[in-house]
């Protein structure tokens, strides 16, 4: 057998690894299966903690010509990001690569990215404990909510339309509601149920057409993520990680106060050497990423306790 050639993988950056390029496979597979990838704002980090300013003020007054123009009265502060390291070894064997090396390497590669998105999801939407850094690796929006007074509404039966109008009307009611930027994160399981409510006239108040357009309940858009569900440890759930399903979320808020702060894009790496006994090449994959609730007030939950 022929040894592989891994020349044309070795053409990474100064750190060795291989950046993802926005329109791979593997990057579209984030943005398919993450919410926060898909829809938060990015703030890019150079290093490994940047501070986020926040302002809060007064809104201005009108000053006659000539007039002293009165300081607002603020609150001013700085969110900390703190980049989290997500990282796997993949072990492949030559005689899986020989004929397609980089196809197979991209099949990996966009399998562990999918994973990584529904977990990545979790840990900032649903975990209910913590932050340690590791297995909790931020402070959720759940997390958020439940320590600081948010809005949560609990339901054991069918999800009806005075439970989504009861959220929607929370997030509402503060200042940080920006009709612009709200949307629903729903986990999968509650497709079902929103595809069958209707208004007072009988027509279906989630608009899901056809063609892969981004489906809408009144008027907002709506993402389904695995990973808006209630843990305890970060998980990509759905059969991926052992007994890691909980509570099934659906999430109504201002996708602006969530901060996905990227140190790096997905990135990898290959090597023979560990496996050079057994003609095996292992394949390393790391995301850098931190995450940051920016205010509390912008979302609400439903939380179905039971089906």
């Not at 809104?59 to 123009?69: D, L, N, R, Y």
């Not at 069958?196 to 981004?214: A, H, S, Y």
């Amino acid at each position: 057998m022929a040894r592989l050639d891994l020349s044309t993988y070795a053409n990474g950056t100064g750190n060795g690894y291989i950046a993802e390029e926005n329109s791979s496979s593997v990057v579209m597979a984030t943005n398919q299966f993450s919410a926060i990838e898909s829809l938060a704002r990015v703030e890019n980090m150079n290093t490994s903690t940047k501070l986020v300013p926040r302002w809060y003020g007064d809104s201005p007054a009108v000053v006659a010509e000539g007039g002293t123009i009165s300081e607002a009265t603020s609150y001013n502060d700085s969110l900390v990001l703190t980049a989290r390291k997500w990282a796997s070894i993949l072990h492949i064997s030559e005689e899986d690569l020989n004929d397609s090396f980089l196809d197979v390497l991209n099949r990996f590669k966009t399998s562990w990215a999918t994973n990584w998105a529904r977990r990545f999801d979790n840990a900032c939407l649903g975990v209910a404990a913590a932050e340690n850094g590791t297995t909790i690796p931020y402070t959720s929006v759940y997390q958020k909510l439940a320590t600081g007074g948010g809005t949560i509404t609990p339901t054991a039966g069918a999800v009806t339309f005075a439970h989504l109008n009861g959220i929607v009307a929370a997030v509402e009611a503060k200042p940080m509601f920006d009709p612009s930027k709200m949307a629903f994160i729903a986990h999968p399981s509650f497709a079902q149920s929103l595809r069958g409510l209707v208004d007072n006239q009988n027509r279906p108040i989630l608009q899901d057409p056809l063609g892969g357009t981004t489906p809408t309940l009144f008027g907002y858009p709506v993402k389904y993520s695995f990973g808006a569900q209630k843990t305890t440890v970060a998980t990509a759930g759905g059969g991926i990680d052992a007994g890691s399903d909980g509570n099934k979320l659906l999430i109504f808020g201002n996708t602006d106060m969530l901060i996905n702060g990227k140190r790096s894009t997905i990135e990898s790496q290959v090597s023979r050497d560990a496996k050079f006994d057994t003609d095996g090449v292992l394949l390393k994959i790391r995301a850098r990423r931190a995450f940051k609730v920016a205010d509390a007030d912008a979302f609400a939950i439903l939380e179905k306790t039971a089906s």
